[in-house]
């Protein structure tokens, strides 16, 4: 487990290093990750420092490593993990915090580095930090250089003296992975695909901080009216029942608590209408947890069952207290097996959710550690698993039901071929399209069919 400070003792930016370790180590996910430490901290301000640092440094790591690999005479991958994740912290906040010092980010990250990792490896990052820190031109104006400017998520730069990132008529794909922080075969995958306009659109969407967005489980008008008497600053997003808050999460946790709206991203909002719940109705969500989209259905169904699964026993528990929200629905959750007969009886339900899992690609600013588990190879094999979902699925839908499957890919194979493999051993199901959704600033990315079987 490694050391573990006293309570008080260790700062956000110590927090963050520490996680980075560990997610270098084992690559657990940076929420779960979250948990422990933030408690720990008693400021907020610290602990709103704390999810900054460790969400921003992974979503951002290649280009910090493309930064730090222009000063260091050792690549990246080769140095001390220790002194990778102290100077990927502190760079972070040289780069994309202006309300941090220079000075007390280099400082923690030497102090940091000097007890993990000795005092000469320390002395090897304060002189790459410092060299940085120096090269950084911070009155920088004009037109974007792509070889020496780092893009930030509100459309400034950060320029450096010296050439930080490759050639963009001779390496676009190395280029923009760099800028972005992407990997590399994903953007040229893109490019060979959509073009330069488009791909660099969904990068930049990449590097966001997402917005927190409700879901009104009131009209949309009285939520607004609660925010307001609360003087929560907010904006309606694009789609009916989301809100986009300004400001903190903190703020949306009242109205989440006493049951007016849900956190949920505008795109995802989209799904659960499509199954068209009707009062009385008997509804799988086939790939449920955490249980957005579940809570969703049930404010829609009203009345009826709702049966909420998954293939993992450990998410269960998220989905078992949801059951606290539903006093008028037959609620059950059950663990089903990831592969063969499903444990129901056929044609049992009158609509069925397929939420498959993916490869996050629509969402790689919200899940930022998907980019960098992300293997060429598992683009085919999620699309043969979502194949196999939707098919074992559709064997549970009553005639005249319906069946709505979706993902938060950006890819084709993961949706529009998987409606299409569907559709050609089913003749006789009706099958489009509901929705293919390309990530921005006020939603993420995403697709939805819908499947109507007819006998």
């Keep these: 487990m490694g050391f573990r400070y006293k309570r008080g003792m260790a700062t956000a930016r110590d927090h963050a290093a520490d996680l980075l370790l560990r997610f270098e180590r084992d690559g657990t996910r940076i929420r779960e990750l979250l948990g422990d430490p933030r408690d720990r901290l008693a400021d907020p301000r610290e602990r ?24 260091s005479k050792r690549p990246v991958k080769r140095l001390n993990a220790a002194v990778r994740a102290a100077l990927r912290v502190a760079l972070y906040q040289l780069l994309f915090l202006d309300r941090i010092p220079d000075h007390a980010a280099v400082d923690h990250a030497v102090t940091w580095a000097r007890g993990k990792a000795g005092a000469k490896r320390a002395g090897y990052a304060n002189a790459v930090l410092r060299a940085l820190v120096r090269d950084r031109v911070d009155d920088a104006a004009g037109d974007a250089d792509l070889r020496r400017d780092v893009p ?22 190395r280029n923009l992975a760099g800028r972005y922080s992407a990997p590399e075969w994903l953007v040229r995958r893109w490019l060979e695909r959509w073009g330069s306009r488009r791909t660099e659109t969904v990068l930049r969407a990449g590097i966001t901080r997402p917005p927190v967005t409700l879901r009104a489980r009131v009209e949309r008008p009285v939520l607004g009216a609660i925010l307001k008497a609360r003087e929560t600053a907010f904006q309606e997003g694009p789609v009916a029942t989301s809100l986009l808050l300004h400001g903190s999460e903190g703020a949306a946790l009242a109205s989440v608590k006493s049951g007016e709206a849900a956190v949920q991203d505008a795109t995802s909002q989209r799904v659960a209408p499509l199954l068209e719940p009707v009062a009385g109705e008997r509804i799988l969500d ?60 056929k044609r049992s339900f ?25 293997r060429v190879a598992d683009i085919p094999a999620l699309a043969k698993l979502q194949v196999d979902l939707v098919r074992r699925a559709l064997t549970l839908v009553k005639p005249g039901g319906r069946l709505v499957y979706s993902t938060c890919s950006l890819e084709e194979e993961e949706n529009e071929d998987v409606l299409g493999a569907v559709l050609a051993k089913h003749p006789t199901l009706e099958g489009n399209t509901a929705f293919r959704a390309w990530p921005g600033r006020e939603l993420d990315g995403g697709y939805a069919a819908v499947i109507r079987v007819s006998e």
């Design 48 to 71: 709103s420092l704390l999810t900054e640092l460790a969400y921003g440094s992974v979503r951002r790591r290649g280009t910090l490593d493309a930064v730090l690999m222009s000063a």
């Design 350 to 374: 009158d609509a069925v959710l397929v939420d498959a899992p993916c490869t996050n690609t629509g969402v790689l600013r919200r899940r930022v550690e998907a980019r960098w588990r992300l």
């Design 152 to 173: 930030r998520e509100d459309g400034t730069f950060i320029r450096f003296g010296r050439v930080v990132f490759a050639d963009p008529d001779r390496e676009p794909a």
């Design 286 to 345: 086939l790939c449920a947890a955490p249980g957005g989209k579940t809570l969703h259905i049930a404010d829609l169904l009203k009345t009826g069952a709702l049966v909420a699964c998954d293939v993992d026993e450990a998410k269960l528990d998220d989905l078992r207290a949801l059951g606290q929200e539903m006093e008028s629905i037959e609620y059950e959750v059950l663990l089903v097996p990831p592969k063969g007969k499903l444990p129901f009886e």
